[in-house]
């Protein structure tokens, strides 16, 4: 997941939260819906069955507004208020999960780097090197897009010799990069 989808999903929590309990007309629903849908189109790394399940959600509050527009209430039916907030918290759900996904991918492949890989040779000070924050936000963003252990290879490869100006060990770089793929998120996550 780029950072750019951390920092969306994030929005979107802190949408989600702003707007719970606090949606009182259809005028600040349909606010919600645009930007919910806004930021859920351009997610890049997000798997599709997670964005499935969130827009199944957000339909329900796309629902509500058509609804209540037709009907031109204001203030909300409480019937309507009390789908829409099930439909918000189910989604801050989704998101939680899908942050807590990241965040463990994320330290997972730090780590390896760190521990498995390190061209350079940070071994044993994961905390003070930032060298390899590049590499890992994009290995992270590779195996949530699910590439084939050959690219996550051919990228390592890419980074030892012309990133770090390293001859590289062809046979390493292959062995770590299909290590890391054992780590790849299931379509589930």
């Not at 499935?52 to 058509?66: K, N, T």
């Amino acid at each position: 997941m780029n950072d750019c989808d951390e920092q969306r999903l994030q929005t979107m929590h802190d949408l989600l939260q702003m707007y719970d309990r606090r949606i009182t007309t259809a005028s600040e629903l349909g606010n919600l819906v645009s930007e919910l849908e806004a930021l859920l189109n351009t997610l890049e790394c997000v798997n599709e069955k997670w964005k499935g399940a969130f827009r199944r959600q957000w339909g329900v509050l796309e629902i509500e507004y058509s609804t209540e527009v037709d009907r031109d209430r204001i203030p909300l039916e409480n019937e309507s208020i009390v789908r829409i907030l099930t439909s918000i918290r189910e989604m801050q759900i989704l998101i939680d999960e899908q942050l807590e996904v990241i965040s463990e991918l994320h330290a997972s492949v730090r780590q390896a780097v760190y521990t498995e890989w390190d061209p350079i040779g940070f071994s044993g000070r994961i905390n003070q090197a930032n060298e390899y924050d590049i590499p890992i936000q994009k290995l992270c963003d590779l195996l949530r897009k699910n590439t084939p252990e050959k690219e996550i290879a051919e990228y390592l490869w890419k980074v030892e010799r012309d990133l770090v100006g390293l001859e590289g060990n062809r046979q390493s770089t292959d062995r770590f990069a299909k290590w890391l793929c054992s780590l790849k998120p299931s379509a589930d996550s």
